[in-house]
Protein backbone atom coordinates (compact mmCIF):
# COMPACT_ATOMS: atom_id res chain seq x y z
CA UNK A 1 0.00 0.00 0.00
CA UNK A 2 1.30 3.53 -0.97
CA UNK A 3 0.52 6.96 0.74
CA UNK A 4 0.67 10.29 -1.10
CA UNK A 5 1.31 13.12 1.34
CA UNK A 6 0.41 16.83 -0.04
CA UNK A 7 1.73 20.04 1.85
CA UNK A 8 3.00 23.56 1.54
CA UNK A 9 -0.69 25.07 0.45
CA UNK A 10 -2.26 28.04 2.12
CA UNK A 11 -3.21 31.58 1.55
CA UNK A 12 -1.12 34.11 -0.50
CA UNK A 13 -1.91 37.56 -1.95
CA UNK A 14 -1.45 37.83 -5.24
CA UNK A 15 2.25 37.75 -6.74
CA UNK A 16 3.31 35.79 -3.57
CA UNK A 17 4.84 32.13 -3.76
CA UNK A 18 4.20 28.96 -2.60
CA UNK A 19 5.87 25.98 -3.04
CA UNK A 20 4.25 22.72 -2.78
CA UNK A 21 5.36 19.09 -1.81
CA UNK A 22 4.12 15.74 -2.27
CA UNK A 23 5.57 12.35 -0.84
CA UNK A 24 5.24 8.85 -1.75
CA UNK A 25 5.67 6.39 1.02
CA UNK A 26 4.92 2.56 1.27
CA UNK A 27 5.41 -0.27 -0.59
CA UNK A 28 6.88 1.62 -3.84
CA UNK A 29 8.73 -0.26 -6.16
CA UNK A 30 9.10 2.09 -9.01
CA UNK A 31 7.43 5.45 -10.02
CA UNK A 32 7.18 6.50 -13.31
CA UNK A 33 5.85 10.21 -13.85
CA UNK A 34 4.72 12.47 -11.50
CA UNK A 35 2.64 15.25 -11.70
CA UNK A 36 0.32 18.26 -10.16
CA UNK A 37 -3.45 19.10 -11.16
CA UNK A 38 -5.52 21.45 -10.15
CA UNK A 39 -9.38 22.19 -9.56
CA UNK A 40 -11.05 25.12 -9.03
CA UNK A 41 -14.64 25.47 -7.38
CA UNK A 42 -17.14 24.72 -10.66
CA UNK A 43 -14.68 23.28 -12.65
CA UNK A 44 -12.79 20.18 -14.12
CA UNK A 45 -9.66 19.11 -12.92
CA UNK A 46 -6.87 20.29 -15.13
CA UNK A 47 -2.82 19.83 -15.73
CA UNK A 48 -0.97 21.94 -14.12
CA UNK A 49 2.78 20.38 -14.76
CA UNK A 50 4.03 16.81 -14.77
CA UNK A 51 7.84 15.52 -14.65
CA UNK A 52 8.41 11.53 -16.16
CA UNK A 53 11.34 9.44 -13.89
CA UNK A 54 13.87 11.16 -16.33
CA UNK A 55 13.41 14.70 -15.44
CA UNK A 56 11.35 15.72 -18.97
CA UNK A 57 8.80 18.38 -17.69
CA UNK A 58 5.26 19.92 -19.26
CA UNK A 59 3.82 22.63 -18.04
CA UNK A 60 0.21 23.97 -18.87
CA UNK A 61 0.00 27.32 -20.87
CA UNK A 62 -1.09 28.72 -17.88
CA UNK A 63 1.80 28.40 -15.84
CA UNK A 64 4.57 28.60 -17.91
CA UNK A 65 7.32 31.19 -16.77
CA UNK A 66 5.76 31.15 -13.38
CA UNK A 67 5.34 27.62 -12.16
CA UNK A 68 8.58 25.01 -11.62
CA UNK A 69 7.97 21.67 -11.85
CA UNK A 70 11.09 19.49 -9.72
CA UNK A 71 11.34 15.92 -8.51
CA UNK A 72 13.55 14.00 -5.98
CA UNK A 73 13.71 10.50 -6.76
CA UNK A 74 16.16 9.64 -3.58
CA UNK A 75 13.11 10.80 -1.81
CA UNK A 76 9.71 9.51 -3.88
CA UNK A 77 8.82 13.39 -3.98
CA UNK A 78 7.80 15.88 -6.33
CA UNK A 79 7.33 20.01 -5.74
CA UNK A 80 5.99 22.35 -7.57
CA UNK A 81 7.35 26.23 -7.04
CA UNK A 82 4.79 28.70 -7.52
CA UNK A 83 5.86 32.31 -8.07
CA UNK A 84 3.68 35.51 -9.34
CA UNK A 85 0.39 33.63 -7.84
CA UNK A 86 -3.00 35.26 -9.24
CA UNK A 87 -6.28 35.29 -7.85
CA UNK A 88 -7.35 32.39 -11.25
CA UNK A 89 -4.65 30.21 -9.58
CA UNK A 90 -6.97 29.75 -6.56
CA UNK A 91 -7.94 25.80 -6.48
CA UNK A 92 -7.06 22.62 -4.53
CA UNK A 93 -4.32 21.23 -5.96
CA UNK A 94 -3.54 17.47 -6.43
CA UNK A 95 -0.65 15.19 -6.89
CA UNK A 96 -0.55 12.39 -9.19
CA UNK A 97 2.09 9.88 -9.46
CA UNK A 98 2.28 6.95 -11.89
CA UNK A 99 3.23 3.50 -9.80
CA UNK A 100 5.14 1.04 -12.24
CA UNK A 101 3.50 -1.84 -10.58
CA UNK A 102 -0.42 -0.31 -9.24
CA UNK A 103 -1.05 2.46 -11.57
CA UNK A 104 -1.88 6.04 -11.17
CA UNK A 105 -3.04 7.66 -7.67
CA UNK A 106 -3.93 10.87 -6.16
CA UNK A 107 -3.03 12.78 -2.99
CA UNK A 108 -5.41 14.33 -0.72
CA UNK A 109 -5.34 17.79 -1.99
CA UNK A 110 -4.18 20.69 -0.68
CA UNK A 111 -5.70 24.21 -0.75
CA UNK A 112 -4.30 27.27 -2.24
CA UNK A 113 -5.81 30.60 -2.00
CA UNK A 114 -4.44 33.69 -3.49
CA UNK A 115 -6.31 36.92 -2.25
CA UNK A 116 -5.46 39.82 -1.34
Known amino acids: QVELVESGGGLVQPGGSLRLSCAASGSIFSINAMGWYRQAPGKQRELVARISRGGTKIYADFVKGRFTISRDNAKNTVYLQMNSLKPEDTAIYYC??????????WGQGTQVTVSS
Open 96 to 105: NTNFQDIGTR
